[in-house]
């Protein structure tokens, strides 16, 4: 009986581990299947793009990375629009489906764009206008989810948020799929905005303006201030460009500002520098306000702020009848004045005094005499002009 019971036993054990190596076996089978689900999806969606006429477009990146890739990238009508895989003399090293970035610029597909474009919504097409940072990873989320494409015309900026947030965290394309069945409030909360209908109904109204990838933090932290926020929520038509513009100044706000940013920024094409001269304007003409001045508050536009900055001009120079007493007013609120980082040549000559920073100022006839707390704080330096004489 003992020895019946013993063999009885080793049956069992011999049948565990046949089990135990059975079921190691299927593990092992299932994750080698699972890392080949993915290529396999995009070799079959290349092969039925082929089938249908609609070839993934070869793009040749060897000039701009240096060695020979090539990418095969499936176009908007292919079964997963943007997918794409990447060659290195014939050898795949890299696939992507979603929210996957191609590691090279849109601007780089410009001459297969409308081969790669044909078909899609003109919502989608000015979205990556937009934000062509974005280009491929906003294709695929539209070509693949009915309604992220729904989104690119109801609320743009938030699918644009969305995207780059999904893109940073990795999100599935199953995840971007639930977030976009919820509240547009919660969505707001997904990319670290308050969760409210004030903030998603102030995306929805903000129509679109070109962007780069530095301005979405800087975005997210205008929308996440209260006196932005209130500012931008009463103004009738709202633009990115308000957004943006409000991120890199750090100024007072007053009610007419959004309307001096459409005068300089929105109304018309404007040359390149508009909005730093704008924010250089703000910040000189408020620092030569006295600090209970509601003289801002009429500002309306550019030539209103000119005027205005003009007019302090003329009055901080005129009240620098005495350059020595406001010379020592500076060294004793600033210090010595800073060593010029340059030394002058024939054409212009460096500012050495506060003396000096104020008769420049005066003989000039601008505003630089009320630089005094930059200058001390390593910022400016000052030179003055001979050749051209400015």
Not at 313 to 338: I, S, T
């Amino acid at each position: 009986m003992a020895r019946m019971a013993r063999m009885a036993q080793m049956a069992q054990m011999a049948q565990m581990a046949q089990m135990a190596q059975m079921a190691m076996s299927i593990k092992l089978m299932t994750t080698l299947a699972q890392s080949w689900i993915q290529p396999l999806r995009l070799f079959r969606n290349l092969w039925l793009s082929a089938h249908n006429k609609q070839k993934p477009v070869a793009l040749d990146c060897q000039a701009a990375v240096g060695y020979p890739l090539t990418l095969y990238l499936s176009p908007w009508q292919s079964e997963i629009p943007f997918s794409w895989v990447s060659l290195v003399n014939g050898e795949r090293v890299a696939s992507g489906e979603f929210l996957a970035p191609l590691g090279i610029g849109w601007e780089l597909l410009s001459t297969d764009a409308e081969m790669l474009m044909s078909g899609m919504p003109e919502a989608v097409r000015s979205v990556i206008q937009a934000a062509p940072f974005l280009g491929v990873e906003l294709a695929q989320v539209c070509g693949q989810v009915k309604a992220a494409q729904e989104l690119a015309s109801s609320s743009p900026l938030m699918l644009i948020l969305l995207v780059e947030r999904g893109v940073h965290e990795s999100w599935s394309r199953e995840a971007f799929v639930r977030l976009l069945a919820k509240r547009q409030a919660i969505q707001c909360s997904a990319i670290g905005l308050p969760e409210s209908k004030a903030c998603a109904k102030l995306l929805r109204r903000c129509a679109l303006w070109p962007m780069s990838r530095r301005d979405i933090p800087a975005l997210i932290r205008t929308l996440q201030h209260k006196e932005d926020t209130a500012l931008l929520r009463h103004h009738p038509s709202l633009n990115l460009a308000h957004l943006v513009f409000l991120t890199r100044y750090e100024g007072p706000r007053w009610s007419g500002l959004l309307v001096l940013i459409d005068d300089c920024l929105v109304a018309r094409p404007t040359p390149a520098g508009t909005s730093a001269w704008l924010q250089r304007m703000l910040t000189d003409t408020s620092r030569m306000l006295p600090t209970s001045s509601l003289a801002l508050d009429r500002v309306r536009s550019a030539t209103d702020l000119q005027r205005l900055h003009d007019r302090l001009v003329q009055r901080f120079n005129a009240g620098l009848k005495n350059d020595n007493h406001h010379a020592l007013e500076l060294q004793r609120r600033h210090g010595d004045y800073p060593t010029p980082p340059l030394q002058g040549t024939e054409n212009i000559t460096p500012i050495t005094s506060w003396q000096g920073l104020l008769g420049e100022g005066q003989r000039m006839m601008h505003c630089v005499g009320s630089y005094g707390h930059a200058i001390a704080l390593g910022h400016l330096a000052i030179y003055h002009l001979h050749h051209p004489q400015k």
